[in-house]
C-alpha cells in the first residue's frame, strides 16, 4: 500500500495496593493493495481498531480483548493463480478474507 500506519494509546493506574488495571486501543490502518500490477482490482483500504483493558500484578495478568471490533470487512489480499493443466491459461483471483471481530479473556502467571 502507498499508506499504512499504527496508532497506540495505553493507560495504566493503580487498583490497589498490589494490582494495577490498564487499557490499550490499537488503531491500523492499511491502504489498498493491488492485486496485480495491471492495478485493475484493489482491496481498498482498512482500518481495524483492537481493544483490551485487565489488571495485573507482579505475577499474575488478566485481559479482556477484542480484536477488529468495528467488523472492518476489507480484504487482506489477494492472490493470483494462472492454470495451464487444461490449456488455455485461465487465471483465477483468490481473495484473502479479513478476520471476524474476536473477543476473549488472557491470562498469564510468571513465575
Excluded: C, H, M
Aim: aromatic letters at 16%.
Amino acid at each position: 500500500p502507498t499508506y499504512s500506519g499504527t496508532a497506540a494509546a495505553t493507560y495504566r493506574d493503580s487498583l490497589t495496593e498490589d494490582y494495577d488495571w490498564f487499557g490499550r486501543v490499537d488503531f491500523i490502518y492499511t491502504g489498498n493493495r493491488w492485486a496485480t500490477d495491471a492495478n485493475v482490482t484493489g482491496t481498498g483500504s482498512a482500518s481495524r481498531v483492537n481493544v483490551r483493558v485487565g489488571v495485573e500484578d507482579d505475577a499474575l495478568r488478566v485481559e479482556l480483548y477484542g480484536t477488529n471490533i468495528f467488523d472492518d470487512r476489507t480484504f487482506t489480499g489477494f492472490q493470483r493463480l494462472t492454470e495451464f493443466a487444461f490449456g488455455g491459461g485461465r487465471s483465477f483471483l483468490s481473495a484473502a478474507l479479513p478476520d471476524k471481530p474476536t473477543y476473549g479473556v488472557r491470562a498469564s502467571y510468571k513465575f
